[in-house]
């Protein structure tokens, strides 16, 4: 008997398994027909020929415990009651948009957007697009704060929790339209008076509650947000038209081979502290009177051949724990920010622009391996930023309104189709007294600190040839710097070095500034031209300055202690000029410490100095000069006979010499008999020799050629 059973048993098994094989491998007609079909109770799994048309979004359906009529109510193009009252869903790990209706023809937004609803609400991760093109038509948004969500939420793809948007191999592109199938530019909806344009796709993990999303992740898709960008007239923005936004928690944000472009408002987008780590690789995202690409407060990121551009910001990036770009590029806007920081989880309140860092973990850095910028009228830096850049036609810009410490910085500056703007610039407050918005009491304003960057200024042929530059390889901006940790290295050509722009604060200090490899574009020394008609003090603000006489006269320098600067900081004055001018330098008295009075008479003398922070003044570095510095005359001479202990005296004829410069060689072509030559400048261009006899008897010389050298003073 209990065989009988056993064998009962197992057929009855066999045959349920057979009619659900049976039911995988007949056809069940298309999805659209399943309401009007009847089928075996015994089957649970069966298969579609099509949604709605043969052979476009054939798919597997089972009837489960999820499949019921609730499931059926809220997503009928894939949960459908038969006719003898069963419900069957789509099953699978990934579906794609055909099987929700989508057709490549007209306005596939209703079928997109379904499919990616169902997938969140069944816990299917993968939604795949099939073919080249889609086009998406913004719908209805009931109200300016419409649910999100909901069927008047407004949106074109809304994502509630996990998945990933797939492309084919090849790409797929979706061409947003307004609610009427229009140009996006023309604004069909105004709910409560607030224009909507839709935007893209907007990932929120249940507003409601504090559902976490644990990814997100895009592939091979181009969306077009359908909305032009017009540099020059940034009236069409809409901030909430957004290409791809993400509101509350994602741990993992997923970008790859990916284009987002043409929206009226930032085009990625990432709110709050909502992404654990975000990755893009091969993003392209343009065309926005906004920001192209907004990471927000990403905690960690990291960025592969990200290109950002052809908007008012090709991006505006803050740190969070850390983010890397390795090479891309950002270009065509006004410009763009980056700054590590703040750290999410730091307690004591913090201000955007002045970030603070947690001390027991490590700095939060922005780092940068050959990432280009092209065509930006700045890029601001704020702190914990390092690495190496390429800039073109573009100010690379520290400081500013934001804190800034902990920059090491590589920056290869090229001009090219721009002329006369900075390489580099930095700026710091005005005070240290000024409260932090947003922070504890007591917390100011900070002057830049522990910076380091080297800019190298480079100049394309196109440049060369059309007499464009650089003004400054660095340009500071009147501020309070750490003077004794920031640190700037110039090198390559441009107009200046470096310069000191409006008037700067009381205790303004200069920081260190090397220009040892640069060559100044117009002028010797990256110095300032500048013609005298009398004597001056200058206050060093710059690498050095070019002097010329406005008549043939000397001018006496001397230079201010109005600025602080680092210790070891150099500069250069420099005779510019074909003039028989000359120019003075007191040994002391005139702030400066030199070994001697120093004189810059002709075309190419130059005076180098040295701050010593110690003293407190300037100290010569170099003095080089470029005049003749030995003068030689000669003359034929027959001495007289010189009785014992006697003197003689003759002249000899020494273009150049004037009083105060050394006789250092006197010869004469005969012996000289125990005589005693010596000689000195007595007069403009004349030499006195005197030849003095120590010797017990009269000598009488033969007459032969008396020869002079003199060394200018």
């Not at 050509?493 to 470096?498: C, H, I, R, S």
């Not at 410069?661 to 004469?668: K, M, N, Q, S, T």
């Not at 005693?676 to 006195?688: E, I, L, W």
Request: net charge neutral; proline share 5%; glycine share 10%.
């Amino acid at each position: 008997m209990a065989m009988d059973i056993i064998a009962r048993a197992t057929a009855a098994a066999a045959r349920t398994d057979a009619s659900q094989a049976l039911g995988r491998l007949v056809p069940a007609g298309l999805f659209n027909e399943l309401a009007s079909r009847t089928i075996d109770p015994a089957i649970n799994t069966l298969t579609t020929t099509g949604y709605s048309v043969r052979g476009t979004g054939g798919a597997t359906y089972v009837s489960d415990s999820l499949a019921d009529a609730a499931l059926a109510a809220a997503h009928p193009r894939f949960c459908s009651q038969t006719a003898n009252a069963r419900y069957f869903r789509l099953s699978g790990d990934s579906i794609t948009v055909e099987q929700g209706g989508a057709t490549g023809t007209g306005n596939d937004q209703p079928a997109v957007y379904a499919a990616v609803a169902y997938a969140n609400a069944v816990g299917i991760r993968e939604v795949r697009f099939t073919r080249t093109a889609y086009e998406l038509w913004t719908p209805l948004r009931s109200a300016p704060n419409a649910t999100y969500g909901t069927a008047g939420g407004g949106y074109p793809i809304y994502v509630t929790d996990s998945i990933a948007l797939v492309g084919p191999a090849g790409g797929t592109t979706l061409t947003l339209k307004n609610s009427v199938g229009g140009s996006k530019n023309a604004i069909t909806q105004s709910p409560g008076g607030s224009p909507w344009q839709g935007g893209g796709i907007y990932i929120d993990p249940n507003p409601s509650t504090t559902q976490y999303m644990d990814f997100f992740h895009a592939e091979n898709l181009t969306v077009d947000g359908g909305v032009t960008y017009n540099p020059s007239d940034r009236s069409n923005t809409n901030l909430s038209d957004k290409g791809i936004a993400v509101f509350h928690g994602i741990g993992r944000y997923t970008i790859r081979n990916c284009e987002f472009r043409n929206f009226a408002g930032e085009i990625v987008y990432t709110g709050g502290n909502s992404v654990q780590f975000m990755l893009t690789e091969n993003l392209k995202t343009h065309g926005s009177p906004q920001s192209a690409f907004n990471p927000g407060a990403s905690r960690k990121s990291l960025h592969v051949n990200l290109e950002s551009g052809r908007s008012y910001q090709p991006t505006e990036t803050v740190g969070m724990q850390g983010m890397t770009y390795i090479g891309g590029r950002f270009y065509d806007g006004y410009g763009c920010t980056f700054m590590g920081g703040p750290d999410p989880d730091y307690v004591g309140g913090w201000a955007y622009n002045y970030p603070f860092r947690r001390s027991d973990i490590s700095p939060p850095w922005i780092t940068f391996i050959g990432t280009r910028f092209e065509n930006l009228t700045q890029v601001g830096l704020g702190s914990f930023v390092r690495g190496n850049i390429v800039t073109v036609d573009t100010t690379c810009f520290v400081g500013g309104y934001m804190d800034a410490s902990d920059v090491h910085l590589d920056i290869e500056a090229w001009c090219d189709l721009r002329t006369n703007f900075e390489a580099a610039a930095l700026q710091g407050p005005q005070n240290l007294t000024t409260q932090l918005a947003n922070c504890p009491a007591g917390n100011f304003q900070k002057p830049p600190k522990n910076i380091r960057v080297n800019v190298t200024c480079r100049r394309s042929a196109l440049a060369v040839t059309n007499g464009r530059y650089h003004v400054n390889g660095v340009r500071l901006y009147a501020g309070l710097y750490d003077k004794a940790t920031c640190h700037f290295v110039v090198s390559g050509e441009a107009l200046y070095a470096y310069q000191v722009l409006n008037t700067p604060p009381a205790n303004f200090a200069i920081p260190l500034i090397e220009f040892e490899n640069f060559r100044a574009v117009n002028t010797p020394w990256g110095g300032f031209n500048d013609t005298l008609s009398a004597d001056k003090t200058y206050t060093i603000d710059l690498a050095s300055y070019s002097l010329n006489p406005s008549a043939a006269t000397n001018y006496n320098i001397s230079v201010s202690s109005t600025y602080g600067y680092a210790d070891g900081q150099l500069f250069t004055f420099y005779h510019n000029s074909a003039s028989a001018g000359t120019f003075t330098f007191a040994a002391t008295g005139a702030g400066m410490k030199l070994p001697a009075t120093r004189k810059l008479s002709v075309r190419g003398d130059r005076l180098v100095l040295r701050y010593d922070s110690r003293l407190g003044t300037w100290l010569e570095e170099l003095f080089e000069s470029a005049q003749q510095l030995t003068l030689a005359g000669s003359a034929t001479y027959d001495a007289p006979s010189i009785a014992a202990a006697g003197t003689t005296t003759t002249t000899v004829a020494v273009a150049g010499a004037v009083l105060g410069d050394y006789v250092e060689r006197i010869a004469l072509g005969v012996p000289l008999a125990g005589l005693v030559v010596t000689g000195y400048v007595s007069a403009a261009n004349t030499v006195t020799v005197v030849l003095f006899n120590p010797t017990a008897a009269a000598v009488d010389l033969a007459g032969t050629t008396l020869s002079v050298e003199v060394r200018k003073k």
